[in-house]
């Protein structure tokens, strides 16, 4: 890298955790118009996941990843093991932790889910010291989490979020729609359809009945067939519950639809 550098080569780094979808070279595609080297990382990060199981049966498609890179022209994969990212095993390992971020909403449906990824991120950054990285903004409160991280460890980094990616009827691409059956993908657009409605009603509401608005919203979820975690709307720069401060909100979603858990969010202005 140090090389790279002193060639005056600018550095983008964008994290994945492989099993790439167009939402991932959306971010490459990004990174084109930005840098002259494009890294990707491709790692299945352990200390992330809730469970051992859902670690395992994570879809790892490298070959095929490698392909996609190559045909978008990435300049380097970096696909590190296990045993070099956390070399004293995952259980013994420093954590990072974002007190006010990593805690609240998706990180206390996951707990430690948000300290696994900060976690990585540093560790990333650490190792390939871009001056450059590239996420995008369907996991909004992980992005946030990054940025904080930037700021509070004084990285010299900047941070581009990519808008969400989503298919024809409004699904957000992601690994795990793999994992959901014809059924499913027919009803899995309703999550951000009903996203859509509720900022609608809440814009037009001017903060008033919010609690009802999200109520209804949730019940028409659950008549969908959803099984709905997390399905609230927040202060976008604070995750937050509004106040009369509040001038950009986010419906923060998770929900799941069979044993797949489905994420989404939408931002929109409030008076």
């Keep these: 890298m140090n090389t790279l550098k002193k060639q005056n080569k600018t550095i983008g780094l964008i994290p994945t955790m492989g099993n790439l979808h ?19 990382s491709i790692f299945v990060n352990p200390i992330q996941f809730d469970n051992e199981h859902d670690f395992k049966k994570y879809p790892q498609t ?48 996951r707990p430690g889910h948000f300290q696994g ?93 919010i609690s009802e608005i999200i109520k209804i919203s949730k019940l028409k979820l659950l008549e969908k067939g959803f099984f709905i975690d997390i399905f609230n709307v927040y202060d976008a720069e604070k995750l937050q519950f509004l106040s009369k401060k509040s001038k950009e909100a986010i419906i923060i979603a998770s929900a799941w639809l069979g044993k797949t858990r489905l994420i989404d969010n939408k931002k929109f202005f409030i008076r």
């Design 22 to 40: 167009y939402g991932h070279i959306s971010l490459v595609l990004s990174a084109q118009k930005y840098v002259d080297i494009i890294i990707v």
């Design 62 to 109: 490298f070959e095929k990843d490698c392909e996609i890179l190559k045909k978008y022209n990435v300049d380097i994969i970096f696909f590190p093991t296990i045993h070099e990212m956390y070399p004293f095993g995952i259980k013994n390992e420093i954590l990072i932790e974002i007190s006010n971020l990593s805690n609240i909403i998706e990180g206390q449906s």
């Design 117 to 209: 990824v900060a976690t990585i991120i540093c560790k990333l950054f650490n190792l390939v010291q871009p001056q450059y990285a590239f996420f995008g903004e369907k996991d909004y409160q992980q992005l946030l989490i990054i940025k904080t991280i930037v700021i509070e460890l004084n990285y010299m980094i900047k941070i581009i979020s990519i808008p969400t990616i989503r298919s024809r009827n409004g699904l957000a691409l992601s690994s795990r729609n793999n994992h959901l059956n014809s059924s499913e993908i027919k009803k899995a657009p309703y999550l951000y359809k009903i996203i859509q409605n509720t900022a609608e009603k809440i814009i037009k509401s001017k903060k008033n009945n």
